[in-house]
């Protein structure tokens, strides 16, 4: 039986260095680690086919603002709540500071399951985004493996007992930027008709699970755990399989999730 909720505090967590951009990026392009340029370029390079050529590109919660390194248009601009020297512009995004029908593109990359009311931000980029703007999305999915992942780590937990489509409820801990709720990405985008139905007028045109092995093999984006260095040859293959098992057995294999929802 799925467990309902598991959520660990930030003292029980078992990886290094949480929340430390600055570390996390200086070893990024010091070290140039393999498993985790391969599990970006799965995370991002997918992007390009919906940025080319378009103008007012603006990521969410860009972190280390590693997405530069992968997105092919130099007018992305890369936002966070925090004020790092790499942020082009300071976003909180549940107030989006854009005009009305501005903005071509919206990235979130594992930025949606951090969020305090998940409605409340799809409703202000609806407002912002031009007609036929788009929201693209790579996140989190809590499969089995996921939650054992998560319980054997203590990085971030999940709650399913939310309600992610009431705009007066919370989700997540709006003092606290890092606070997570990772069962939000399902709950939200694993019924497109339902996601539909509470925010007429956006519209999920791609809706795909992804990453298996692959992700822990990366060794972690920001918080860090010991992982084996692999050859691209050896990353391919694992990734081959990935995509098999998600295939055969998503709920149980699938860790993440590519979304592309688009204003109408």
């Not at 010091?30 to 391969?38: A, Y």
């Not at 036929?132 to 809590?142: D, H, R």
């Amino acid at each position: 039986m799925m467990m309902r909720e598991y959520i660990p505090q930030h003292s029980e967590n078992r990886m290094q260095l949480e929340g430390d951009l600055k570390t996390a990026r200086r070893r990024f392009f010091n070290d140039r680690p393999n498993n985790l340029i391969f599990l970006l370029r799965q995370r991002y390079e997918w992007m390009n086919d919906y940025v080319s050529q378009k103008e007012n590109v603006y990521e969410l919660g860009a972190g280390a603002g590693f997405s530069k390194e992968f997105i092919e248009n130099e007018r992305l601009v890369l936002t966070d709540i925090s004020g790092e020297d790499w942020i082009g512009k300071h976003v909180d995004a549940l107030n989006l500071p854009f005009s009305q029908n501005s903005i071509d593109v919206l990235i979130c990359s594992h930025m949606i399951h951090h969020l305090a009311c998940p409605l409340n931000f799809f409703d202000r980029a609806y407002q912002v985004l031009k007609p036929g703007g788009m929201i693209l999305i790579s996140e989190i999915n809590t499969s089995f493996l996921m939650r054992f992942i998560l319980r054997i780590m203590r990085h971030e937990g999940w709650s399913y007992d939310i309600n992610v489509f009431d705009r007066t409820k919370i989700s997540n801990d709006p003092s606290d930027p890092w606070s997570a709720n990772c069962a939000i990405p399902q709950i939200l985008f694993e019924n497109s008709a339902r996601f539909e139905s509470a925010l007429p007028g956006l519209k999920i045109i791609r809706n795909e699970l992804t990453e298996c092995f692959i992700f822990p093999l990366s060794g972690g984006v920001i918080a860090k755990s010991k992982t084996i260095t692999l050859p691209n040859a050896g990353l391919n293959i694992i990734n081959k399989l990935d995509q098999a098992l998600i295939s055969l057995f998503p709920k149980f294999f699938a860790l993440g999730r590519r979304v592309v929802i688009q204003k109408t």
